[in-house]
């Protein structure tokens, strides 16, 4: 059995504690939050037959076998890199965190400290096996495009590009790279962070975002090339009722990395 600490208790934090009520081999302890959500995560975990202790940092004497992050950038700093000089393995879907110059090295150095490792989940978007494997080879371009329903954007710089709430058809709302994409949508970041760190990093990772008002789903699209040959990929994602911005995919991926630490056969 793994005994599991969760950081952050939304969207994906409660899909994911759906998906393992019945799961004998793993079992999330403790889910940690900020203190001001501490009653409304209490209220939602109170229906779990065997539901988490709800905690604002992680005790000084608790040694889970993982750490998943489930919860925002903020919480990179405030609970991931602790933990991993602490030597706990952490798991992390906030991904786009990533972008921001130097966490990664400091990332690396507290994994190194604590002598473990920090595992960077593919959420919501799928091939960086593939993208990961191509690299090793050589790849020559990578473009991520992102679809999303155009309220999706509300509250972006998209607001500045078009009439997000009155749009009549499919708009590109940015072009340019992965860094420049990180730094004006923090929020839709973790995909084409994901696709950078995996593949050609966030200066030549090209990325196009679309609000359409057409569209219920999370959209993303990938093209690759190198050495390899070329691959395309569309994933239509679902987007979770509870937090649309975020796709259904992204709680089934960390439930899929958190059964391959368990279970005897990791695919
Ligand atoms: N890698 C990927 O493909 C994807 C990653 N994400 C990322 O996953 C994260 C969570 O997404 P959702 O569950 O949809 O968000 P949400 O807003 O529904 O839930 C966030 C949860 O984290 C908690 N939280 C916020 N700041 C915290 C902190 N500093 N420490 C501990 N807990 C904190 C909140 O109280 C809440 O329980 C976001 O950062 C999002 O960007 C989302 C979708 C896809
Ligand atoms: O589709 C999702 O779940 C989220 C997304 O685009 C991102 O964060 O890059």
Same mark, same amino acid.
């Given at each position: 059995?793994?005994?599991?600490?969760?950081?952050?208790?939304?969207?994906?934090?409660?899909?994911?504690?759906?998906?393992?009520?019945?799961?004998?081999?793993?079992?999330?302890?403790?889910?940690?939050?900020?203190?001001?959500?501490?009653?409304?995560?209490?209220?939602?975990?109170?229906?779990?037959?065997?539901?988490?202790?709800?905690?604002?940092?992680?005790?000084?004497?608790?040694?889970?076998?993982?750490?998943?992050?489930?919860?925002?950038?903020?919480?990179?700093?405030?609970?991931?890199?602790?933990?991993?000089?602490?030597?706990?393995?952490?798991?992390?879907?906030? =991904? &786009?965190? !990533?972008?921001?110059?130097?966490?990664?090295? *400091?990332?690396? @150095?507290? $994994?190194? %400290? /604590?002598?473990?490792?920090?595992?960077?989940?593919?959420?919501?978007?799928?091939?960086?096996?593939?993208?990961?494997?191509?690299? =090793? &080879?050589? !790849?020559?371009?990578?473009?991520?495009?992102? *679809?999303?329903? @155009?309220? $999706?954007? %509300? /509250?972006?710089?998209?607001?500045?590009?078009?009439?997000?709430?009155?749009?009549?058809?499919?708009?590109?709302?940015?072009?340019?790279?992965?860094?420049?994409?990180?730094?004006?949508?923090?929020?839709?970041?973790?995909?084409? $962070?994901? %696709?950078?760190?995996?593949?050609?990093?966030?200066?030549?990772?090209?990325?196009?975002?679309?609000?359409?008002?057409?569209?219920?789903?999370?959209?993303?699209?990938?093209?690759?090339?190198?050495?390899?040959?070329?691959?395309?990929?569309?994933?239509?994602?679902?987007?979770?009722?509870?937090?649309?911005?975020?796709?259904?995919?992204?709680?089934?991926?960390?439930?899929?990395?958190?059964?391959?630490?368990?279970?005897?056969?990791?695919?």
């Amino acid at each position: 059995m793994l005994h599991i600490t969760m950081i952050g208790s939304g969207a994906i934090g409660v899909g994911v504690l759906e998906l393992l009520e019945n799961d004998p081999q793993l079992c999330v302890d403790a889910v940690i939050v900020p203190e001001a959500s501490q009653e409304l995560v209490r209220q939602r975990l109170a229906g779990f037959r065997k539901a988490p202790a709800v905690l604002t940092a992680l005790p000084a004497e608790a040694r889970p076998d993982l750490l998943v992050e489930c919860a925002g950038h903020r919480a990179i700093e405030q609970h991931v890199l602790p933990a991993l000089a602490r030597g706990i393995p952490c798991l992390v879907v906030s =991904v &786009g965190a !990533l972008s921001e110059p130097g966490l990664v090295e *400091r990332l690396e @150095a507290a $994994a190194e %400290l /604590g002598g473990t490792r920090i595992e960077l989940l593919p959420g919501a978007i799928g091939g960086i096996d593939a993208l990961s494997a191509a690299k =090793v &080879g050589g !790849l020559e371009s990578v473009l991520y495009t992102g *679809r999303k329903p @155009a309220r $999706a954007w %509300l /509250g972006t710089p998209g607001e500045q590009v078009c009439d997000l709430e009155h749009l009549g058809e499919a708009t590109v709302i940015f072009e340019g790279s992965a860094r420049e994409a990180a730094r004006l949508y923090p929020k839709n970041a973790n995909v084409a $962070a994901t %696709l950078s760190l995996a593949g050609l990093g966030l200066d030549r990772t090209l990325v196009r975002l679309i609000a359409d008002p057409h569209s219920h789903e999370n959209v993303h699209q990938v093209e690759a090339s190198g050495a390899f040959g070329g691959f395309e990929l569309t994933l239509r994602g679902k987007p979770l009722a509870a937090n649309p911005k975020t796709s259904a995919l992204t709680v089934y991926s960390v439930v899929r990395a958190l059964g391959n630490h368990a279970h005897a056969i990791s695919i």
